[in-house]
Protein backbone atom coordinates (compact mmCIF):
# COMPACT_ATOMS: atom_id res chain seq x y z
CA UNK A 1 0.00 0.00 0.00
CA UNK A 2 1.05 3.53 -0.39
CA UNK A 3 2.32 5.59 2.24
CA UNK A 4 3.26 8.91 2.87
CA UNK A 5 6.16 9.86 5.59
CA UNK A 6 7.52 13.02 6.77
CA UNK A 7 10.93 14.22 6.96
CA UNK A 8 10.58 16.33 9.95
CA UNK A 9 13.96 17.42 9.48
CA UNK A 10 13.39 19.25 6.41
CA UNK A 11 9.56 20.59 7.07
CA UNK A 12 9.55 24.48 6.97
CA UNK A 13 6.21 24.99 8.52
CA UNK A 14 5.02 27.12 5.58
CA UNK A 15 1.72 24.83 5.47
CA UNK A 16 1.64 24.94 1.61
CA UNK A 17 0.53 21.15 1.81
CA UNK A 18 -2.58 21.81 3.73
CA UNK A 19 -3.22 24.40 1.14
CA UNK A 20 -3.30 21.92 -1.93
CA UNK A 21 -4.88 19.03 -0.05
CA UNK A 22 -7.94 21.58 0.64
CA UNK A 23 -7.51 22.83 -3.11
CA UNK A 24 -7.23 18.70 -4.46
CA UNK A 25 -10.34 18.40 -2.91
CA UNK A 26 -12.22 21.28 -3.65
CA UNK A 27 -14.63 21.25 -6.73
CA UNK A 28 -13.08 23.30 -8.83
CA UNK A 29 -9.42 22.36 -7.75
CA UNK A 30 -8.47 25.78 -8.69
CA UNK A 31 -6.65 27.39 -6.09
CA UNK A 32 -8.02 30.62 -6.27
CA UNK A 33 -11.36 29.61 -7.20
CA UNK A 34 -11.70 27.05 -4.26
CA UNK A 35 -10.63 29.83 -1.39
CA UNK A 36 -12.41 32.97 -3.10
CA UNK A 37 -15.82 31.50 -4.59
CA UNK A 38 -16.07 28.20 -2.56
CA UNK A 39 -16.10 27.55 1.11
CA UNK A 40 -13.25 25.49 1.22
CA UNK A 41 -12.74 21.78 2.84
CA UNK A 42 -10.76 21.06 5.54
CA UNK A 43 -7.00 20.36 5.34
CA UNK A 44 -6.99 16.53 5.67
CA UNK A 45 -3.31 17.09 6.47
CA UNK A 46 -2.02 18.79 9.45
CA UNK A 47 1.06 20.57 9.81
CA UNK A 48 2.39 19.66 14.33
CA UNK A 49 4.57 22.99 15.15
CA UNK A 50 6.32 23.66 18.40
CA UNK A 51 8.91 26.08 17.98
CA UNK A 52 11.96 24.56 15.31
CA UNK A 53 9.90 21.05 15.38
CA UNK A 54 7.28 20.46 12.75
CA UNK A 55 5.99 18.06 10.41
CA UNK A 56 2.86 16.67 8.44
CA UNK A 57 0.82 14.56 9.57
CA UNK A 58 -2.14 13.15 7.69
CA UNK A 59 -4.13 8.91 7.97
CA UNK A 60 -1.13 6.84 8.85
CA UNK A 61 -3.63 4.11 7.49
CA UNK A 62 -3.12 1.99 10.53
CA UNK A 63 -3.21 -1.39 10.86
CA UNK A 64 -5.58 -1.16 13.87
CA UNK A 65 -7.80 1.37 11.91
CA UNK A 66 -10.21 2.45 15.45
CA UNK A 67 -12.09 5.12 13.13
CA UNK A 68 -13.38 1.93 11.62
CA UNK A 69 -14.05 -0.40 14.42
CA UNK A 70 -15.53 2.69 15.99
CA UNK A 71 -17.51 3.97 12.61
CA UNK A 72 -21.70 3.53 13.35
CA UNK A 73 -22.58 3.87 10.11
CA UNK A 74 -19.88 1.43 8.23
CA UNK A 75 -18.53 4.26 6.12
CA UNK A 76 -14.68 3.40 7.20
CA UNK A 77 -13.54 0.38 6.09
CA UNK A 78 -10.06 -1.12 5.61
CA UNK A 79 -8.87 -2.28 1.85
CA UNK A 80 -7.72 -6.30 2.50
CA UNK A 81 -5.65 -6.20 -0.54
CA UNK A 82 -4.32 -2.62 -0.15
CA UNK A 83 -4.20 -2.02 3.72
CA UNK A 84 -5.78 1.77 3.11
CA UNK A 85 -8.32 2.89 5.15
CA UNK A 86 -10.71 4.06 3.53
CA UNK A 87 -13.88 6.28 3.94
CA UNK A 88 -16.78 6.22 1.88
CA UNK A 89 -18.40 9.56 1.68
CA UNK A 90 -21.72 8.42 0.66
CA UNK A 91 -22.24 6.70 4.30
CA UNK A 92 -20.82 9.22 6.50
CA UNK A 93 -23.37 10.86 8.78
CA UNK A 94 -21.03 13.31 10.54
CA UNK A 95 -21.32 11.70 14.15
CA UNK A 96 -17.97 12.54 14.29
CA UNK A 97 -17.28 9.21 16.06
CA UNK A 98 -13.92 8.73 14.21
CA UNK A 99 -12.62 12.23 15.02
CA UNK A 100 -12.88 10.94 18.73
CA UNK A 101 -10.91 7.65 18.04
CA UNK A 102 -8.47 8.70 15.72
CA UNK A 103 -5.43 8.34 17.83
CA UNK A 104 -3.23 10.99 15.39
CA UNK A 105 -6.40 13.25 15.22
CA UNK A 106 -5.82 12.84 11.41
CA UNK A 107 -9.58 13.02 11.08
CA UNK A 108 -11.35 16.45 10.77
CA UNK A 109 -14.97 17.64 11.04
CA UNK A 110 -15.94 19.34 7.82
CA UNK A 111 -18.31 22.05 9.55
CA UNK A 112 -18.41 24.47 7.16
CA UNK A 113 -19.04 21.91 4.01
CA UNK A 114 -21.31 18.89 4.29
CA UNK A 115 -20.77 18.06 7.52
CA UNK A 116 -18.66 14.90 6.71
CA UNK A 117 -16.32 13.69 8.36
CA UNK A 118 -12.71 14.45 6.42
CA UNK A 119 -9.63 12.15 6.37
CA UNK A 120 -6.96 11.11 3.76
CA UNK A 121 -7.67 9.39 1.10
CA UNK A 122 -4.04 9.56 -0.58
CA UNK A 123 -5.24 11.63 -3.76
CA UNK A 124 -7.06 8.67 -5.77
CA UNK A 125 -7.04 10.89 -8.51
CA UNK A 126 -3.06 11.43 -8.66
CA UNK A 127 -0.75 10.04 -9.34
CA UNK A 128 1.31 11.53 -6.46
CA UNK A 129 -0.81 12.90 -3.76
CA UNK A 130 -1.28 16.50 -4.00
CA UNK A 131 0.97 17.17 -0.64
CA UNK A 132 3.73 14.95 -1.65
CA UNK A 133 4.22 16.81 -5.10
CA UNK A 134 3.61 20.26 -3.84
CA UNK A 135 6.10 20.33 -1.10
CA UNK A 136 8.79 22.89 -1.81
CA UNK A 137 11.32 21.10 0.13
CA UNK A 138 10.87 17.49 -0.03
CA UNK A 139 9.56 16.78 3.27
CA UNK A 140 6.75 14.71 2.74
CA UNK A 141 7.30 11.48 0.44
CA UNK A 142 5.51 8.26 -0.27
CA UNK A 143 5.77 4.61 -0.70
CA UNK A 144 5.02 1.40 -1.67
CA UNK A 145 4.83 -0.92 1.06
CA UNK A 146 4.53 -4.41 1.52
CA UNK A 147 4.55 -5.22 5.13
CA UNK A 148 2.47 -4.15 6.54
CA UNK A 149 3.82 -2.14 10.00
CA UNK A 150 1.87 -2.44 13.05
CA UNK A 151 1.08 0.72 15.08
CA UNK A 152 -0.34 0.86 18.02
CA UNK A 153 -2.87 2.87 19.00
CA UNK B 1 12.09 57.75 17.85
CA UNK B 2 10.48 58.80 14.55
CA UNK B 3 13.13 57.45 11.95
CA UNK B 4 13.52 59.09 8.89
CA UNK B 5 14.31 56.09 7.08
CA UNK B 6 12.28 55.49 4.02
CA UNK B 7 11.01 51.65 3.32
CA UNK B 8 13.81 50.08 0.16
CA UNK B 9 11.08 47.85 -1.13
CA UNK B 10 7.28 47.52 -1.69
CA UNK B 11 4.89 44.53 -1.09
CA UNK B 12 2.75 44.46 -4.06
CA UNK B 13 0.05 42.05 -3.00
CA UNK B 14 -3.04 41.21 -5.60
CA UNK B 15 -5.64 41.43 -3.64
CA UNK B 16 -7.73 39.04 -6.32
CA UNK B 17 -5.22 36.50 -5.73
CA UNK B 18 -4.17 36.53 -2.27
CA UNK B 19 -6.32 33.66 -0.45
CA UNK B 20 -5.23 34.42 3.18
CA UNK B 21 -3.30 31.37 3.66
CA UNK B 22 0.07 33.51 5.08
CA UNK B 23 2.67 31.30 3.85
CA UNK B 24 4.22 34.37 3.23
CA UNK B 25 4.01 35.35 6.93
CA UNK B 26 5.42 31.65 7.70
CA UNK B 27 8.46 32.22 5.54
CA UNK B 28 9.68 35.87 6.21
CA UNK B 29 11.94 35.92 8.93
CA UNK B 30 12.34 39.60 8.56
CA UNK B 31 8.88 40.09 9.95
CA UNK B 32 7.22 41.72 7.05
CA UNK B 33 3.89 40.33 7.40
CA UNK B 34 0.95 39.75 9.27
CA UNK B 35 -2.51 39.13 9.23
CA UNK B 36 -5.45 40.53 10.13
CA UNK B 37 -8.07 38.33 11.40
CA UNK B 38 -10.99 41.09 11.49
CA UNK B 39 -10.78 41.55 7.87
CA UNK B 40 -9.13 38.58 6.99
CA UNK B 41 -6.37 40.82 4.63
CA UNK B 42 -2.66 40.68 5.20
CA UNK B 43 -1.01 43.33 6.09
CA UNK B 44 2.79 44.74 5.78
CA UNK B 45 5.84 46.02 7.47
CA UNK B 46 7.68 47.50 4.45
CA UNK B 47 10.17 49.07 6.29
CA UNK B 48 11.26 45.66 7.36
CA UNK B 49 11.75 44.07 3.50
CA UNK B 50 14.79 42.99 2.40
CA UNK B 51 13.64 41.58 -1.28
CA UNK B 52 15.44 37.91 -0.35
CA UNK B 53 11.89 36.45 -2.46
CA UNK B 54 11.39 34.15 -0.27
CA UNK B 55 7.65 34.86 0.06
CA UNK B 56 7.03 35.31 -2.77
CA UNK B 57 8.76 32.15 -4.36
CA UNK B 58 6.83 30.13 -1.70
CA UNK B 59 3.15 32.15 -2.53
CA UNK B 60 0.65 29.46 -4.19
CA UNK B 61 -1.19 31.87 -6.19
CA UNK B 62 2.07 34.13 -7.28
CA UNK B 63 0.11 37.26 -5.63
CA UNK B 64 3.46 38.63 -4.11
CA UNK B 65 5.48 40.73 -5.87
CA UNK B 66 8.45 42.67 -4.34
CA UNK B 67 9.84 46.30 -5.72
CA UNK B 68 11.96 48.67 -5.68
CA UNK B 69 10.24 51.56 -3.57
CA UNK B 70 9.84 53.97 -6.87
CA UNK B 71 8.83 56.66 -4.97
CA UNK B 72 11.53 57.91 -2.92
CA UNK B 73 14.02 61.08 -2.34
CA UNK B 74 14.24 62.98 -5.70
CA UNK B 75 16.45 61.97 -8.29
CA UNK B 76 19.69 63.44 -7.53
CA UNK B 77 22.95 61.30 -9.37
CA UNK B 78 25.20 62.34 -6.59
CA UNK B 79 22.99 61.95 -4.15
CA UNK B 80 21.44 58.34 -4.52
CA UNK B 81 19.13 56.82 -2.88
CA UNK B 82 21.46 54.79 -1.37
CA UNK B 83 24.17 57.38 0.13
CA UNK B 84 21.42 59.21 1.26
CA UNK B 85 19.77 56.21 3.40
CA UNK B 86 23.08 55.36 4.14
CA UNK B 87 23.92 58.71 5.70
CA UNK B 88 20.75 58.85 7.42
CA UNK B 89 21.04 55.65 9.14
CA UNK B 90 24.51 56.38 10.58
CA UNK B 91 22.86 60.07 11.52
CA UNK B 92 20.63 57.73 13.92
CA UNK B 93 22.80 55.04 15.03
CA UNK B 94 26.31 56.57 14.83
CA UNK B 95 27.73 53.17 13.60
CA UNK B 96 29.74 51.39 10.98
CA UNK B 97 27.21 50.11 8.39
CA UNK B 98 27.56 46.50 8.12
CA UNK B 99 26.36 44.29 5.10
CA UNK B 100 27.03 40.84 3.49
CA UNK B 101 27.71 39.06 0.19
CA UNK B 102 30.28 40.78 -2.71
CA UNK B 103 30.92 44.38 -3.54
CA UNK B 104 27.21 45.48 -5.65
CA UNK B 105 28.95 48.72 -7.33
CA UNK B 106 29.36 49.34 -11.21
CA UNK B 107 32.52 49.01 -11.06
CA UNK B 108 33.48 47.90 -14.27
CA UNK B 109 33.12 44.44 -15.05
CA UNK B 110 36.16 42.84 -17.25
CA UNK B 111 35.10 39.41 -18.52
CA UNK B 112 32.03 41.44 -19.90
CA UNK B 113 34.62 43.03 -21.84
CA UNK B 114 36.35 39.60 -22.80
CA UNK B 115 35.34 38.07 -25.51
CA UNK B 116 36.48 34.29 -26.64
CA UNK B 117 38.00 33.08 -30.03
CA UNK B 118 36.63 30.02 -32.09
CA UNK B 119 37.99 28.08 -35.03
CA UNK B 120 37.62 28.16 -38.61
CA UNK B 121 39.42 26.69 -41.44
CA UNK B 122 42.26 26.41 -40.43
CA UNK B 123 42.12 24.26 -37.42
CA UNK B 124 39.33 22.13 -36.46
CA UNK B 125 36.57 22.74 -33.91
CA UNK B 126 35.77 20.09 -31.97
CA UNK B 127 32.46 18.40 -30.35
CA UNK B 128 32.71 17.69 -26.87
CA UNK B 129 29.98 14.90 -27.21
CA UNK B 130 31.66 12.89 -29.89
CA UNK B 131 35.33 13.67 -28.60
CA UNK B 132 37.26 13.33 -24.79
CA UNK B 133 37.69 16.35 -23.48
CA UNK B 134 40.25 16.93 -20.27
CA UNK B 135 39.09 19.36 -17.54
CA UNK B 136 41.09 17.60 -15.19
CA UNK B 137 43.46 19.97 -13.12
CA UNK B 138 46.40 19.12 -10.71
CA UNK B 139 47.13 21.94 -7.93
CA UNK B 140 50.13 22.50 -6.70
CA UNK B 141 53.62 22.78 -7.75
CA UNK B 142 54.95 21.57 -10.84
CA UNK B 143 58.23 20.47 -11.98
CA UNK B 144 60.96 22.89 -13.34
CA UNK B 145 62.12 20.28 -15.93
CA UNK B 146 61.60 16.90 -17.29
CA UNK B 147 64.19 14.74 -16.46
CA UNK B 148 65.37 11.04 -18.16
CA UNK B 149 67.07 8.66 -15.92
CA UNK B 150 67.74 5.12 -18.37
CA UNK B 151 65.51 6.78 -20.24
CA UNK B 152 62.34 6.67 -17.37
CA UNK B 153 60.78 10.02 -16.58
CA UNK B 154 61.33 10.78 -13.40
CA UNK B 155 59.06 13.19 -11.39
CA UNK B 156 59.87 15.16 -8.09
CA UNK B 157 57.96 14.62 -5.35
CA UNK B 158 55.63 17.86 -4.77
CA UNK B 159 52.13 17.02 -3.66
CA UNK B 160 49.42 17.47 -5.97
CA UNK B 161 46.12 17.17 -6.07
CA UNK B 162 43.71 16.29 -8.27
CA UNK B 163 40.40 17.91 -9.35
CA UNK B 164 37.92 16.60 -12.09
CA UNK B 165 36.62 20.07 -13.06
CA UNK B 166 38.63 23.36 -12.63
CA UNK B 167 35.75 24.41 -10.01
CA UNK B 168 35.78 24.34 -6.18
CA UNK B 169 33.74 25.47 -3.48
CA UNK B 170 35.10 29.15 -1.94
CA UNK B 171 35.95 29.11 1.39
CA UNK B 172 32.76 29.45 3.92
CA UNK B 173 33.17 28.81 7.42
CA UNK B 174 30.32 26.47 9.45
CA UNK B 175 28.85 29.08 11.56
CA UNK B 176 28.87 31.86 8.50
CA UNK B 177 26.37 29.07 6.78
CA UNK B 178 24.16 27.10 8.74
CA UNK B 179 25.47 23.21 8.94
CA UNK B 180 22.71 22.05 5.92
CA UNK B 181 24.80 24.35 4.14
CA UNK B 182 28.13 23.25 5.07
CA UNK B 183 27.65 19.76 4.48
CA UNK B 184 25.89 20.34 0.84
CA UNK B 185 28.78 22.01 -0.46
CA UNK B 186 31.45 19.08 1.29
CA UNK B 187 29.01 16.34 -0.09
CA UNK B 188 28.39 18.20 -3.74
CA UNK B 189 32.07 18.26 -3.75
CA UNK B 190 33.44 14.48 -2.71
CA UNK B 191 30.55 13.18 -5.17
CA UNK B 192 31.56 15.49 -7.99
CA UNK B 193 35.68 14.69 -7.30
CA UNK B 194 36.38 18.29 -6.86
CA UNK B 195 37.43 20.31 -3.60
CA UNK B 196 35.50 22.62 -1.03
CA UNK B 197 37.18 24.84 1.28
CA UNK B 198 36.02 24.63 4.97
CA UNK B 199 36.84 27.95 5.78
CA UNK B 200 38.12 29.20 9.30
CA UNK B 201 35.35 27.71 11.52
CA UNK B 202 36.76 24.65 12.02
CA UNK B 203 35.52 21.13 10.08
CA UNK B 204 32.58 18.51 11.90
CA UNK B 205 34.06 15.38 12.84
CA UNK B 206 31.23 13.48 10.97
CA UNK B 207 32.60 15.66 7.71
CA UNK B 208 35.90 14.10 7.63
CA UNK B 209 34.86 11.44 5.69
CA UNK B 210 35.34 13.63 2.37
CA UNK B 211 38.34 14.72 3.70
CA UNK B 212 40.14 13.93 -0.13
CA UNK B 213 37.71 16.66 -1.21
CA UNK B 214 38.41 19.36 1.18
CA UNK B 215 40.79 22.20 1.78
CA UNK B 216 41.44 23.13 5.26
CA UNK B 217 42.06 26.91 6.37
CA UNK B 218 44.41 27.91 9.01
CA UNK B 219 43.32 31.57 9.51
CA UNK B 220 43.70 34.46 12.05
CA UNK B 221 41.92 32.97 14.45
CA UNK B 222 43.04 29.56 14.37
CA UNK B 223 39.76 27.93 15.12
CA UNK B 224 39.69 24.19 15.03
CA UNK B 225 43.21 23.71 14.59
CA UNK B 226 45.16 20.51 15.61
CA UNK B 227 47.11 17.80 13.86
CA UNK B 228 44.63 15.54 12.47
CA UNK B 229 42.18 18.68 10.82
CA UNK B 230 45.48 19.40 8.82
CA UNK B 231 46.20 15.73 8.44
CA UNK B 232 41.97 14.68 7.63
CA UNK B 233 42.61 17.07 5.02
CA UNK B 234 43.86 17.21 1.22
CA UNK B 235 45.23 20.77 1.16
CA UNK B 236 45.91 23.55 4.14
CA UNK B 237 45.35 26.95 3.12
CA UNK B 238 46.35 29.93 5.16
CA UNK B 239 44.10 32.50 4.93
CA UNK B 240 45.55 36.26 4.91
CA UNK B 241 43.12 37.89 3.42
CA UNK B 242 39.26 37.95 1.78
CA UNK B 243 38.40 39.78 -1.26
CA UNK B 244 35.23 41.18 0.14
CA UNK B 245 37.14 42.69 3.34
CA UNK B 246 40.60 42.69 2.69
CA UNK B 247 42.61 43.67 5.99
CA UNK B 248 39.91 43.12 8.19
CA UNK B 249 39.12 39.62 10.57
CA UNK B 250 36.11 38.10 11.30
CA UNK B 251 33.50 37.93 14.17
CA UNK B 252 30.93 35.10 14.36
CA UNK B 253 28.76 36.57 17.75
CA UNK B 254 28.56 34.40 20.70
CA UNK B 255 24.84 33.61 20.46
CA UNK B 256 25.63 32.15 16.56
CA UNK B 257 27.93 29.84 18.99
CA UNK B 258 25.96 26.56 19.62
CA UNK B 259 27.61 23.52 20.91
CA UNK B 260 28.32 21.99 17.94
CA UNK B 261 30.08 24.95 16.42
CA UNK B 262 32.08 25.51 19.51
CA UNK B 263 33.11 22.19 19.52
CA UNK B 264 34.04 22.43 15.62
CA UNK B 265 35.81 25.53 16.59
CA UNK B 266 37.28 24.29 19.50
CA UNK B 267 36.08 27.51 21.89
CA UNK B 268 33.55 27.80 24.56
CA UNK B 269 30.08 27.94 23.75
CA UNK B 270 28.32 31.45 23.53
CA UNK B 271 31.61 32.89 23.87
CA UNK B 272 32.40 35.29 20.18
CA UNK B 273 34.67 33.88 17.49
CA UNK B 274 37.22 36.97 16.54
CA UNK B 275 39.51 36.26 14.08
CA UNK B 276 42.04 39.07 14.26
CA UNK B 277 42.51 41.46 10.90
CA UNK B 278 46.56 39.99 10.98
CA UNK B 279 47.38 36.80 12.11
CA UNK B 280 49.40 37.70 14.92
CA UNK B 281 52.45 35.40 13.90
CA UNK B 282 52.49 37.33 10.01
CA UNK B 283 54.50 40.26 9.76
CA UNK B 284 56.74 39.66 6.65
CA UNK B 285 57.54 37.35 4.17
CA UNK B 286 59.68 35.49 6.25
CA UNK B 287 57.02 34.55 9.26
CA UNK B 288 55.10 33.37 5.76
CA UNK B 289 57.62 30.79 5.42
CA UNK B 290 57.94 30.18 8.73
CA UNK B 291 54.25 29.18 9.23
CA UNK B 292 54.10 27.58 5.52
CA UNK B 293 56.95 25.34 6.50
CA UNK B 294 55.62 24.71 9.86
CA UNK B 295 52.68 23.13 8.48
CA UNK B 296 54.47 21.18 5.94
CA UNK B 297 56.22 19.64 8.76
CA UNK B 298 53.06 18.87 10.67
CA UNK B 299 51.61 17.30 7.33
CA UNK B 300 54.79 15.34 6.24
CA UNK B 301 55.25 17.29 3.13
CA UNK B 302 52.17 15.36 1.90
CA UNK B 303 49.76 18.13 1.08
CA UNK B 304 50.15 20.99 -0.94
CA UNK B 305 49.74 24.13 0.85
CA UNK B 306 47.93 26.84 -0.23
CA UNK B 307 48.27 30.99 0.82
CA UNK B 308 45.23 33.30 0.15
CA UNK B 309 45.06 36.90 -0.11
CA UNK B 310 42.97 39.55 -1.33
CA UNK B 311 43.24 41.30 -4.87
CA UNK B 312 45.16 44.33 -3.44
CA UNK B 313 46.96 46.72 -5.76
CA UNK B 314 50.59 45.25 -5.43
CA UNK B 315 49.24 41.92 -5.24
CA UNK B 316 51.82 40.68 -7.61
CA UNK B 317 54.70 41.30 -5.30
CA UNK B 318 52.72 39.95 -2.39
CA UNK B 319 52.25 36.82 -4.45
CA UNK B 320 55.61 36.22 -5.96
CA UNK B 321 56.96 36.46 -2.00
CA UNK B 322 54.19 34.08 -1.06
CA UNK B 323 55.33 31.50 -3.84
CA UNK B 324 59.12 31.80 -2.64
CA UNK B 325 58.28 31.71 1.23
CA UNK B 326 56.92 27.78 -0.41
CA UNK B 327 53.49 28.45 -1.26
CA UNK B 328 52.17 25.39 -3.66
CA UNK B 329 48.79 27.30 -4.45
CA UNK B 330 47.92 30.78 -4.16
CA UNK B 331 44.63 32.08 -4.41
CA UNK B 332 43.27 35.79 -5.19
CA UNK B 333 40.31 36.74 -3.99
CA UNK B 334 39.06 39.66 -6.02
CA UNK B 335 36.76 42.69 -5.11
CA UNK B 336 33.47 40.73 -5.47
CA UNK B 337 34.20 38.75 -3.30
CA UNK B 338 31.68 38.02 -1.13
CA UNK B 339 31.61 37.51 2.55
CA UNK B 340 28.78 36.89 5.65
CA UNK B 341 29.78 40.85 6.98
CA UNK B 342 31.70 43.17 6.40
CA UNK B 343 32.02 47.09 6.50
CA UNK B 344 29.73 48.24 3.43
CA UNK B 345 32.43 50.94 3.04
CA UNK B 346 35.21 48.68 2.85
CA UNK B 347 33.13 46.05 0.40
CA UNK B 348 32.42 48.47 -1.85
CA UNK B 349 36.45 50.31 -1.70
CA UNK B 350 38.70 48.20 -1.24
CA UNK B 351 40.61 46.07 -3.48
CA UNK B 352 40.70 45.44 -7.09
CA UNK B 353 38.84 43.43 -9.78
CA UNK B 354 40.09 40.30 -9.82
CA UNK B 355 40.79 39.73 -13.40
CA UNK B 356 43.24 42.54 -13.37
CA UNK B 357 45.05 41.09 -10.40
CA UNK B 358 45.11 37.76 -12.15
CA UNK B 359 46.47 38.71 -15.10
CA UNK B 360 48.75 40.67 -13.28
CA UNK B 361 49.89 37.79 -11.24
CA UNK B 362 50.08 35.50 -13.35
CA UNK B 363 52.26 38.00 -15.12
CA UNK B 364 54.68 39.09 -13.15
CA UNK B 365 55.57 34.78 -11.87
CA UNK B 366 56.13 34.26 -15.58
CA UNK B 367 58.26 36.83 -16.15
CA UNK B 368 59.80 35.75 -12.63
CA UNK B 369 59.99 31.93 -13.79
CA UNK B 370 58.16 30.86 -11.03
CA UNK B 371 55.12 30.52 -12.35
CA UNK B 372 55.30 26.60 -12.14
CA UNK B 373 56.18 26.65 -8.41
CA UNK B 374 52.89 27.24 -8.12
CA UNK B 375 48.88 26.75 -8.78
CA UNK B 376 47.04 29.89 -9.06
CA UNK B 377 43.37 29.80 -7.94
CA UNK B 378 40.89 32.70 -8.38
CA UNK B 379 37.75 33.72 -6.83
CA UNK B 380 35.83 36.61 -6.45
CA UNK B 381 33.44 37.81 -9.17
CA UNK B 382 32.78 34.64 -10.99
CA UNK B 383 29.16 34.42 -11.94
CA UNK B 384 29.27 31.76 -15.22
CA UNK B 385 31.36 29.35 -17.11
CA UNK B 386 32.76 31.93 -19.56
CA UNK B 387 33.89 33.78 -16.82
CA UNK B 388 35.98 30.93 -15.73
CA UNK B 389 36.99 30.26 -19.01
CA UNK B 390 38.21 33.75 -19.58
CA UNK B 391 39.92 33.23 -16.06
CA UNK B 392 41.48 30.21 -17.20
CA UNK B 393 42.58 32.12 -20.49
CA UNK B 394 43.90 34.64 -18.26
CA UNK B 395 46.06 31.92 -16.51
CA UNK B 396 44.55 30.82 -13.48
CA UNK B 397 44.57 26.90 -12.60
CA UNK B 398 40.98 26.93 -11.15
CA UNK B 399 38.40 28.84 -9.65
CA UNK B 400 36.79 29.38 -6.49
CA UNK B 401 33.16 29.73 -6.26
CA UNK B 402 31.38 31.10 -3.30
CA UNK B 403 28.19 33.38 -4.12
CA UNK B 404 27.42 30.96 -6.63
CA UNK B 405 27.33 28.10 -4.91
CA UNK B 406 25.11 29.87 -2.45
CA UNK B 407 22.73 30.66 -5.09
CA UNK B 408 22.25 26.98 -6.01
CA UNK B 409 21.05 26.49 -2.29
CA UNK B 410 18.81 29.15 -2.46
CA UNK B 411 20.24 32.97 -2.09
CA UNK B 412 19.34 35.78 -3.60
CA UNK B 413 21.76 37.93 -3.14
CA UNK B 414 19.95 40.46 -1.01
CA UNK B 415 22.90 40.97 1.37
CA UNK B 416 21.15 40.40 4.57
CA UNK B 417 23.78 37.55 5.85
CA UNK B 418 24.64 39.49 8.76
CA UNK B 419 21.39 39.77 10.44
CA UNK B 420 21.79 35.97 10.89
CA UNK B 421 18.33 35.67 9.73
CA UNK B 422 18.67 34.56 6.47
CA UNK B 423 15.27 33.43 5.28
CA UNK B 424 16.76 30.99 2.41
CA UNK B 425 18.03 29.10 5.27
CA UNK B 426 21.85 29.33 4.50
CA UNK B 427 23.63 32.02 6.44
CA UNK B 428 21.79 31.65 9.93
CA UNK B 429 21.87 29.40 12.47
CA UNK B 430 18.38 29.35 13.96
CA UNK B 431 16.99 26.11 13.37
CA UNK B 432 13.50 27.09 12.29
CA UNK B 433 15.18 28.50 9.40
CA UNK B 434 18.18 26.00 8.83
CA UNK B 435 16.06 23.72 8.19
CA UNK B 436 14.84 25.32 4.57
CA UNK B 437 18.23 23.96 2.93
CA UNK B 438 17.41 20.56 2.19
CA UNK B 439 20.47 18.27 1.97
CA UNK B 440 19.69 16.31 -0.81
CA UNK B 441 18.04 18.91 -2.87
CA UNK B 442 21.43 21.32 -1.83
CA UNK B 443 23.75 18.84 -2.85
CA UNK B 444 21.83 17.62 -6.19
CA UNK B 445 21.72 21.27 -7.11
CA UNK B 446 25.72 22.02 -6.45
CA UNK B 447 26.23 18.92 -8.61
CA UNK B 448 23.78 20.01 -11.47
CA UNK B 449 25.76 23.45 -11.13
CA UNK B 450 29.16 21.94 -11.36
CA UNK B 451 28.32 19.40 -14.35
CA UNK B 452 26.41 22.12 -16.30
CA UNK B 453 29.12 24.79 -16.06
CA UNK B 454 31.99 21.76 -16.88
CA UNK B 455 29.97 20.81 -20.10
CA UNK B 456 29.64 24.39 -21.70
CA UNK B 457 33.55 24.86 -20.48
CA UNK B 458 33.96 21.75 -22.73
CA UNK B 459 31.47 23.24 -25.18
CA UNK B 460 33.64 26.83 -24.91
CA UNK B 461 36.89 24.41 -25.51
CA UNK B 462 35.39 23.07 -27.97
CA UNK B 463 34.56 25.38 -30.32
CA UNK B 464 38.21 26.80 -29.69
CA UNK B 465 39.79 23.69 -31.54
CA UNK B 466 40.93 22.76 -27.19
CA UNK B 467 40.61 19.49 -26.27
CA UNK B 468 41.99 19.76 -22.38
CA UNK B 469 41.99 22.82 -20.36
CA UNK B 470 45.90 22.40 -19.69
CA UNK B 471 46.10 23.55 -23.38
CA UNK B 472 43.79 27.02 -22.69
CA UNK B 473 46.08 27.57 -18.90
CA UNK B 474 47.49 31.01 -20.04
CA UNK B 475 46.22 30.96 -23.24
CA UNK B 476 45.68 34.94 -23.63
CA UNK B 477 45.36 34.45 -27.49
CA UNK B 478 42.08 33.00 -26.84
CA UNK B 479 40.99 36.41 -25.54
CA UNK B 480 40.25 39.88 -27.16
CA UNK B 481 39.43 42.91 -25.47
CA UNK B 482 36.52 44.79 -26.30
CA UNK B 483 35.21 48.75 -24.88
CA UNK B 484 38.92 48.75 -23.26
CA UNK B 485 41.45 51.32 -23.06
CA UNK B 486 44.73 50.43 -23.93
CA UNK B 487 46.15 50.25 -20.29
CA UNK B 488 43.41 47.91 -19.78
CA UNK B 489 44.31 45.67 -22.68
CA UNK B 490 47.95 46.01 -21.51
CA UNK B 491 47.45 44.85 -17.53
CA UNK B 492 45.39 42.33 -19.11
CA UNK B 493 47.76 40.97 -21.79
CA UNK B 494 45.44 40.63 -24.46
CA UNK B 495 44.77 42.30 -27.69
CA UNK B 496 41.74 44.14 -28.87
CA UNK B 497 39.27 42.46 -30.65
CA UNK B 498 39.92 42.91 -34.21
CA UNK B 499 43.37 42.95 -33.69
Known amino acids: MKRIYAREEVCIGCRLCEIHCQVEHSRTRNIIKTFKEEVPPPPRINVEEEGPVSFALQCRHCDEPYCAYSCIAGAIYQDEQTGEVIQDIEKCIGCWTCVLTCTKGAIRPDLRGPRKAAKCDLCPDREIPACVEMCPNDALYIVEEEIKETVPG | ?499
Open chain 2, 1 to 499: MLTSLLPEFTVDRSEDRCIQCRVCERQCSFDVFGYDGENNVMVHREENCVACQRCSVLCPTNALVIRENQYTYRPNANWTREYIQDLKKQAETGGVLLTGMGCDKPHKIYWDHILINASQVTNPSIDPLREPMELRTHLGRKPDQLEMVDGKLVLPDYPNVEISTPIMFGAMSYGAISYNSFRCLARAAFEYGTMFNTGEGGWPMELRKYGKSTIVQCASGRFGLDLEYFNDAAVVEIKIGQGAKPGIGGHLPGEKVSEHISQTRMIPEGSDAISPAPHHDIYSIEDLHMLIHAIKEAVDYQKPVSVKISAVHNAPAIASGMVRAGADIIVLDGLRGGTGAAPKILRDNVGIPIELALAAVDTRLRNEGIRNWASLVVSGGIRNSADIFKAIALGADAVYIGTPALMALGCTVCQKCYTGKCAWGITTQDPYLTKRVNPEIGTQNLKNLLRAWSLEIKELLGCGGINSIESLRGNRLQLRGIGLESWELEALGIRGAGQ
